[in-house]
């Protein structure tokens, strides 16, 4: 309220109607006499936003934000302001080196979350993983990093096997393979905190299965849709109701499905060109391969349309 | 001592023998692994030298645990580690200047012999703490601790005092008469059996009471690793009514693949693996 000084006097008013109420109006900065309209005060500080946004001004900066939001994940503590990098030449001194040498540290803790945080992102990136699962990734990584039960394991294997649990539990398992390819860290070292993490977590995650997988491979084999849905019937046949490859891993199992069914349709694959999709060895689909051949014919779905019989199937 | 009377308690399983064949191919007893149990008891007793009292010890308390069902499943102890000290400073380089069957890596900083009789490897570090893996069961642990430590004495005339012996380790293995599904198994058990066909082909199943960890693979074949041979022993009995829940009867290409493995393992056995009569206790 643009009042000036002093208690009763000199209250601002209309000159036509002062005893009438005064309507403010923040947008435009005016009061307003209710009775006459005419604009008495003006000038008044506005304390609306600077700048408007649109919802749909998605991508584009908030103008209305003073810096980031707030990541919930990383230490709530942390408001201080650090200065940039030098840019311009007004940030150099006259011997050519940067004014401004201290950037202002983050605390160790904080800088540790930032780089796994980092790191999962570059990772998921590489295998196209939606921002869900990268959300879920960071949060797992802050329980584990409070938690400090593997205070001695690389951050980075940490991150990995992070990333790996949170496929799984989103439905979208990611072989240990897969996750290795997009990492530094060995799969041996991946599994173990992997095991740790849901020690500490005290959390299980759910078998993977075959099906998991199968939408995946196929599409990078570019097979058509019939053979991947007689893939995905004959190793669900295979593994679970006629249990017939005990003991093999549901990803060996996917493989040689996908090889009996792409054998079996016009576009036929090799097993070496699916071992090198699925991350398996050739001799390992040969296996399983010789362990569903002979019951073939019970594993086809019903409505198959088979261009090679079952009987010219290879051998191999 | 016929083992196969059945009696009343318990769990459908006897220990035929905890019996101490193992890493020693070829050798004739083949101990306890004959298909009459009988005749095995036998052989036990006309044994291995070591292992006599240990092994009555071991059949009495096999009669306990005998089970209404005539089945019997055969323990073998493949390792036993043990660890003492002969509380003196050892000169490695010494030791391995002037020893007999010894190896000295001076990255690991420790020197190994390996003896004959008890066939074990001796590890032993400059601090006087002397470690023996390879043996095959309690006893022979300490007899082979002792030739150590008595071989320091005499041929390097090290003032040593035997103590703190103690069995840390103990590995054991044993197959089941069927076959496992282990996927089902693992569900049943979350918190205590891990499977991650990824990783390894075998359920990982922990107990904590008997600080043991059992690997459980779906042709029926479990190993145990626990701190003593009586805590294999237990945890065997402990899990073979909850594996006895998922089981799945071998088929007959099962079986001949089963059985073409064992004859290349102990190639101077005789025909237990031909056997298939209802008493089909499927030893090792």
């Known amino acids: 309220m643009a009042s000036s000084s002093g208690r009763k006097v000199q209250q601002i008013g209309c000159p036509a109607h002062p005893e009438a109420h005064l309507i403010e109006d923040y947008r435009a900065g005016d009061q307003i006499c209710s009775v006459c309209g005419l604009v008495v005060g003006d000038r008044v500080i506005d304390v609306g936003s600077e700048w408007r946004t649109f919802s749909s001004d998605k991508n584009a900066a908030d103008p209305s934000r003073v810096g980031g939001a707030e990541n919930k994940l990383l230490g709530s503590s942390d ?132 099906g998991d997988f199968m939408s995946r491979f196929c599409a ?26 005990p003991g093999r891993s ?36 040969r296996q399983s391969y010789k362990l569903m051949l002979p019951r073939a014919a019970e594993l086809f779905p019903p409505d198959f349309n088979f261009h090679t019989p079952i009987e010219d199937l290879p051998e191999l | 001592m016929a083992l196969v009377q059945p009696l009343a308690s318990g769990n459908g399983m006897t220990n035929g023998s905890t019996s101490n064949c193992s890493g020693v191919p070829g050798k004739a007893a083949g101990a306890a692994l004959g298909c009459d149990a009988a005749a095995a008891a036998q052989q036990l007793s006309s044994d291995t030298q070591q292992a006599a009292d240990h092994k009555s010890a071991a059949a ?25 000290s002969v509380r003196c400073h050892l000169d490695l380089r010494y030791i391995a200047m002037n020893g007999d069957n010894v190896e000295y890596r001076r990255e690991n900083g420790m020197v190994t012999m390996k003896l004959r009789k008890p066939y074990t490897t001796a590890s032993m570090w400059s601090s006087g703490k002397i470690t023996c893996t390879g043996l095959t ?68 199943f922990r107990i904590k009471e008997f600080k043991a960890t059992l690997k459980v693979f779906s042709t029926g074949s479990i190993t145990v690793t626990a701190p003593s041979v009586a805590a294999v022993q237990r945890a065997i009995e402990h899990i073979f009514p909850l594996v006895n829940e998922f089981r799945k009867e071998r088929t007959a290409a099962d079986l001949a693949a089963v059985a073409a493995s064992r004859a290349r393992r102990y190639g101077s056995r005789d025909s237990s693996e031909s056997d298939l009569d209802d008493d089909d206790s499927d030893i090792d």
Not at chain 1, 220 to 245: C, G, H, M, S
């Open chain 2, 60 to 84: 009495a308390g096999e009669e306990a645990e005998e089970a209404p069902v005539e089945e019997e499943v055969d323990i073998t102890i493949n390792n036993v580690v043990c660890s003492f």
């Open chain 1, 220 to 245: 990078n084999l570019r097979l058509p849709n019939y053979v991947q849905r007689a893939a995905t019937y004959i190793a669900r046949r295979a593994a679970k109701e006629l249990d017939i490859v």
């Open chain 2, 137 to 204: 069961s309690e006893p022979a642990a300490k007899v082979a601790a002792r030739r150590v430590a008595r071989y320091l004495q005499k041929r390097l005339n090290y003032q040593t005092r035997f103590c703190n012996f103690r069995v840390v380790n103990v590995l054991g293995t044993c197959t089941m008469p069927f076959a496992i599904k282990i996927a089902d198994f693992s569900q049943k058990y979350p918190r205590l059996a891990c499977y991650e066909p990824e990783l390894h082909p075998g359920v990982t």
């Open chain 1, 79 to 210: 408001l201080s302001t650090m200065i940039g990098d030098a840019r311009g030449a007004a940030s150099f001194t006259a011997d050519g080196q940067s004014k401004y040498q201290n950037r202002r540290q983050m605390s160790s803790s904080d800088r540790a979350l930032t780089n796994a945080f980092r790191e999962i992102a570059l990772m998921a990136d590489r295998i196209s993983l939606p921002r869900t699962i990268v959300d879920r990734s960071n949060n797992l990584f802050k329980q584990v990093h409070d938690g400090r039960n593997l205070k001695g394991r690389s951050n980075d294997a940490i991150a990995s096997a992070c990333l790996y649990i949170s496929c799984r539990q989103e439905g979208v398992p990611r072989t240990f393979k897969e996750i290795c390819a997009v990492s530094k860290i060995s799969k041996k070292e991946i599994g173990r905190c992997f095991k740790l993490i849901l020690k500490a977590l005290d959390t299980t995650v759910d078998m993977i299965t075959t």
């Open chain 1, 250 to 285: 549901p990803i060996s199992v996917a493989a040689a499905a996908i090889y009996m069914a792409s054998q079996a349709s016009e576009d036929k694959k090799t097993q070496k060109e699916i071992g090198d999709i699925a991350g398996v060895a050739d001799v390992t689909i």
